[in-house]
């Protein structure tokens, strides 16, 4: 075995040199994959401020995803302006995401969209993604985008069927409903389908703005109506407070699609399950940042719904809550 000169003075046989070397070569991928783990970057676009993106964050730290290790988290609401959704969809493409999720409703999920065509995005809760022109079908929805949807054609029955178990009385419902918001084209003919099978006439309010509320409801209220719902959007979402104390006003029983409104005082909700959507919705992004492509994942459609009933609004509004309805809500509010 020949020796290798080294420093002057000094010799390493081969077969030692060798083996140096590979135990020091051993230790360069683990350096190297410290230095160059992947730092991945997932921001949400929101029109509204309700913190659903913690949520988000939350899963994705219990999926292995750490803040400041190997997660950065962008967040932009528009607070309300859906006239800055474009603008900040836009300021979120070029921080070069690796996923965008968007927040509740339609129209967040349209400005992604039209912002880029090759980040991946994942929508946490649009009525009909298909109708909406977002995905081609849900089974394979195509392009740089999937999701949640929040719709079935059954749920607008559903809550028309609760709301007549504590108030059977009611012949004719306000509406209330953003007439600009893709949503609504979805759901309006469902609710209406659902009215005429219960034999009920639907007294339209439209609303755009928080000041239209009363108006707009007056003019029901007169026109005959004697119970509440709406068909919920962003912008209504935002002026859950005005509309529940609208509600508490003229003594009208009740149901909406989410939860924060019967916590604002609201008679009761019934809805998905909106803290498990959003969980989902960071599964779908792990699923992409594992390298799924977002075309080829199923939209999913939601599968737990929950009643949440407020004993204080029933009382104050003289109703009775049956014994069934207690028995099936998820949370009882007293």
Do not use: H
């Not at 028309?160 to 306000?174: G, N, T």
């Not at 609303?207 to 707009?216: F, G, I, K, W």
């Not at 909406?256 to 779908?284: H, I, K, P």
């Not at 699923?287 to 009933?309: N, R, Y």
């Amino acid at each position: 075995m020949k020796a290798l000169k080294t420093a002057p003075g000094t010799t390493v046989r081969r077969r030692d040199f060798l083996t140096l070397l590979g135990g020091t070569a051993a230790g360069w991928p683990l350096a190297t994959r410290a230095r160059a783990a992947k730092i991945y970057r997932v921001a949400f676009l929101a029109l509204l401020d309700e913190q659903d993106e913690v949520i988000v964050r939350e899963r994705l730290a219990e999926l292995g995803y750490s803040e400041g290790k190997n997660l950065i988290f962008d967040f932009r609401s528009t607070n309300g302006q859906r006239d800055r959704l474009p603008q900040l969809a836009v300021e979120l493409v070029k921080t070069k995401p690796d996923v965008i999720v968007t927040g509740f409703g339609t129209m967040s999920a349209m400005a992604a969209q039209a912002a880029t065509a090759t980040i991946p995005i994942v929508f946490t809760s649009v009525g009909d993604p298909v109708e909406a022109g977002i995905v081609t079908s849900l089974n394979r929805p195509g392009a740089n985008i999937t999701g949640l949807s929040s719709q079935t054609t059954e749920i607008s029955g559903k809550r028309l069927q609760i709301l007549a178990e504590i108030a059977p009385a009611i012949r004719s419902l306000a509406v209330f409903l953003n007439p600009d918001n893709p949503f609504t084209t979805v759901a309006l003919p469902d609710l209406k389908a659902a009215a005429n099978v219960r034999g009920q006439r639907l007294e339209i309010c439209q609303v755009r703005t928080a000041d239209q509320l009363s108006t707009s409801l007056d003019a029901a209220v007169k026109a005959g109506a004697s119970g509440l719902t709406i068909l919920e959007t962003p912008g209504l979402l935002g002026f859950r407070r005005q509309i529940v104390d609208l509600a508490a006003k003229y003594r009208l029983p009740a149901i909406y699609a989410n939860r924060d409104f019967v916590s604002a005082g609201g008679l009761m909700s019934y809805g998905t399950d909106r803290r498990q959507q959003y969980q989902r919705a960071a599964e779908l992004v792990d699923k992409i940042l594992k390298g799924e492509k977002p075309g080829d994942i199923p939209v999913e459609q939601p599968t737990k719904f929950e009643l949440v009933l407020n004993l204080k609004t029933a009382k104050a509004l003289g109703l009775t809550v049956p014994p069934t309805l207690l028995a099936i809500a998820d949370e009882v509010i007293e």
